[in-house]
């Protein structure tokens, strides 16, 4: 090969081994000296590495074809203006860090501000009614002078029209694909797609050449969850992509919204379920959202948090997950701050036991830490 290999290479070579996961890869770095050591593994040293069976080790022992095509991939990407960029970047999204099953590798493209200081995702079916398409007009029309990103799928319904009206009113608004960077799915929308690049973007997980596929719209469902503070689910049916995306939300302590609607109304019952089992709030207007959301505030931060940081004594390992936490604004899963901190889990659970008794963090529901 004439390229020097990079990490981008060797994670996006591993991301499009079949049945190797994000999850999965991260085992396999968090045993390795290198990324380029994945490689040169022999199959019984993989096969005892948790998660990785004898098909896998067999796929990993075969994967110079995968580097080729990573290569490739680069390549092209290089080309045609696409960023490639990788979860041990500073570049990687932090929003995107803290989610525990976040992809190693990403493709982006556009211009949009990656670490944009609020992100909302509008989300709901792609059969949308006069109303929901109203009132997410409404939304984000509302949420103008406030100036998040607006992330939602390019789907048809709620998505498009969160798009088009983001778009309106000059906000940035970010497209996640469930296809190849190169494939705007559905077609329809590749002129929106295109005027996005300008004033937002888009950004996937899959390679060049993936074409839409319903199995990897779920996956796509949780980057939009990742890459966003809060999710306001418009419309949905008792079951469909929304849905998905607002239970991934509330698993990676996002806070989501369901806009209410009437008992007779298809597409307002699964935004009814979402409140009714306390898995959404009732979302009754943007002030609202805004005011639980501190977007009103000219910082989020607690006044003294600084200087109460700044002041405790701390040992080494109590600064390195500080400085972590920081770097991932403040919010980052156990099992993330584990292989970022690199230290055992007995060992990262016992000192954040003590760094909560001493005030300096806290735990919140499902294994996340916060400052």
Avoid at 137 to 144: F, G, P, S, T, Y
Avoid at 253 to 266: C, I, K, S, T
Avoid at 276 to 293: H, I, T, Y
């Amino acid at each position: 090969m004439r390229q020097k290999l990079t990490p981008t290479h060797y994670l996006l070579a591993l991301s499009l081994i079949p049945g190797l996961g994000g999850t999965k890869i991260k085992h396999l770095v968090n045993h390795v000296e290198s990324l380029e050591a994945v490689f040169k593994l022999t199959d019984a040293q993989l096969r005892k590495i948790p998660t990785i069976g004898p098909k896998l080790s067999g796929l990993i022992k075969d994967a110079r074809k995968y580097l080729e095509r990573a290569s490739e991939s680069l390549e092209r990407a290089g080309s045609c203006g696409v960023r490639v960029l990788n979860f041990l970047e500073d570049s990687y999204p932090s929003r995107l860090k803290t989610i525990f099953d976040c992809p190693p590798v990403i493709f982006v493209a556009g211009n949009f501000d990656l670490e944009a200081e609020r992100s909302v995702a509008i989300v709901g079916t792609r059969k949308a009614t006069a109303y929901g398409r109203k009132v997410t007009e409404d939304i984000v029309k509302a949420l103008q002078e406030f100036n998040p990103l607006v992330v939602s799928g390019l789907a048809y319904g709620i998505d498009i029209a969160a798009h088009k009206a983001a778009l309106r009113c000059g906000l940035q608004t970010l497209g996640v694909m469930g296809t190849g960077i190169d494939s705007v799915y559905p077609k329809e929308h590749r002129s929106i797609a295109q005027k996005m690049l300008k004033q937002g973007g888009v950004v996937t997980e899959n390679d060049f050449g993936v074409t839409a596929d319903p199995r990897r719209f779920p996956a796509r469902n949780r980057l939009i969850a990742g890459l966003s503070d809060v999710v306001v689910v418009v419309e949905a049916a008792e079951r469909g992509g929304a849905l998905i995306t607002g239970h991934l939300a509330n698993d990676y302590d996002r806070e989501v919204y369901a806009v209410p609607g009437g008992l007779n109304m298809e597409f307002s019952r699964g935004c009814n379920k979402l409140v009714s089992k306390n898995q959404a709030r009732l979302f009754c207007s943007v002030d609202q959202l805004v005011e639980e959301m501190g977007w009103g505030e000219i910082s989020r931060k607690k006044p003294g948090a600084q200087l109460f940081m700044d002041n405790v004594e701390m040992s080494e390992d109590e600064r390195r997950i500080v400085q972590v936490l920081r770097e991932h604004r403040d919010h980052l899963h156990v099992d993330q701050l584990g292989w970022h901190v690199q230290l055992k889990t007995s060992k990262l659970l016992a000192l954040l036991l003590q760094m909560e008794l001493k005030g300096m963090l806290k735990m919140k529901m499902g294994n996340y830490v916060s400052l």
